[in-house]
């Protein structure tokens, strides 16, 4: 069983949003915090945040604040990432990844699959 | 925020060598918030150290993080044809979180 499975490609105009879905399963989803990362084509990580599957706290990178919102849904133990006013240096594929519950400051174990994320004129 | 600047970019070794990739901190860094990734081609990133020295479930004993304050290393005893793959160190002892540039290990 894999424990973070996220939504599918998408290919996105400039300017538009995008909502990226992250579900876990085999462990209690309230017990953990979910970081959001991304890898530009060839390059390498960039943190964009962190949400609380408990207590619903949020950290985002400075970069981002104002342009993504991070949600979770423990009905169903999904966590969300909606970036807004895309643009075409937002291309780059998405991860998910599970870390602590009270604070950003933790190791991310594990990794979604990924989700790319494309934005074109 | 804090830079983190990996040495060697790429690395080119055999199977069976001993391979050394640092990480240098542009400040001082708690150990127990730094840690290391492996990522294969077309795949996630796997962690593989925590805590700059203690090894992740299931992974192997031949990998091995050592380091503290700004100078961070990982050791790779004996190359197995599945560690050819790109490396990277994190800090999460400030916000914003930040990773190396990342080290290429190739055979």
């Known amino acids: 069983q894999v424990p973070l499975v996220q939504s599918g490609a998408e290919v996105k105009k400039t300017g538009a949003s995008v909502k990226v879905s992250c579900k876990a399963s085999?462990?209690?989803?309230?017990?953990?915090?979910i970081n959001w990362v991304r890898q530009a084509p060839g390059q390498g990580l960039e943190w964009v945040g962190w949400?609380?599957?408990?207590?619903?706290?949020?950290k985002y990178a400075q970069k981002f604040q104002g342009r993504v919102t991070l949600t979770t849904d423990a009905s169903t133990s999904t966590a969300y990432m909606e970036l807004r006013s895309l643009r075409s240096d937002d291309t780059a594929v998405y991860y998910c990844?599970?870390?602590?519950?009270?604070?950003?400051?933790?190791?991310?174990?594990?990794w979604g699959q990924g989700t790319l994320v494309t934005v074109s004129s | 925020e804090t830079v983190l600047t990996q040495f060697p970019g790429t690395l080119s070794l055999s199977p069976g060598e001993r391979a050394t990739l640092s990480c240098r901190a542009s400040q001082r860094v708690t150990s127990s918030h730094f840690a290391w990734y492996q990522q294969r081609p077309g795949q996630a990133p796997r962690l593989l150290i925590y805590?700059?020295?203690s090894r992740a479930t299931g992974i192997p004993d031949r990998f091995s993080g050592s380091g503290s304050g700004t100078d961070f290393t990982l050791t790779i005893s004996s190359l197995e044809p599945e560690d050819f793959a790109v490396y990277y160190c994190q800090q999460f002892d400030s916000s914003p979180i930040t990773f190396g540039q990342g080290t290429r290990l190739d055979i």
């Open positions: 085999g462990y209690t989803f309230t017990s953990y915090g």
């Open positions: 805590g700059a020295s």
């Open positions: 990844a599970r870390s602590s519950d009270y604070s950003y400051a933790d190791w991310f174990d594990p």
């Open positions: 949400i609380s599957a408990y207590s619903g706290n949020i």
